[in-house]
């Protein structure tokens, strides 16, 4: 019953700016960690943010400095302001949350709810 959707991707060229939004529904409280991941074909899916119920990160070293990941929880909303984009920021990006209860960190494993994701590509 859990959905999320992503919204927001598009072109940009490098050194440009992004903003991606999720939007969550079917939530009887909010997830205790929700995250952004990426997926490049014939990849595995990385870890881009984290964030937890009370606002704690964690980053991935490859954006640290130029993504910053954000909640509201009154909206049920997560969003990713991505600044400085680089080519290979390309990717499509995925919305996860986790309920479990575990560390909030930004590990594929620990997520079991997912968006249908939205593509982000950047020129250089």
């Known amino acids: 019953q859990v959905k999320l959707v992503e919204s927001g991707g598009g072109s940009e060229q490098a050194g440009g700016s992004l903003r991606l939004s999720c939007a969550a529904s079917g939530y009887t409280y909010s997830a205790t960690c929700m995250g952004w991941f990426r997926q490049v074909p014939g990849r595995e899916r990385e870890g881009v943010a984290a964030i937890d119920s009370d606002g704690s990160t964690d980053y991935a070293d490859s954006v640290k400095g130029r993504f910053t990941i954000s909640r509201d929880n009154a909206k049920n909303t997560l969003s990713l302001q991505m600044n400085s984009l680089k080519p290979e920021d390309t990717a499509m990006y995925y919305c996860?949350?986790?309920?479990?209860?575990?560390?909030?960190?930004?590990?594929?494993?620990?997520?079991?709810?997912w968006g249908q994701g939205t593509q982000v590509t950047v020129s250089s």
């Open positions: 996860a949350a986790d309920f479990s209860g575990s560390e909030c960190l930004a590990i594929v494993r620990y997520f079991g709810y």
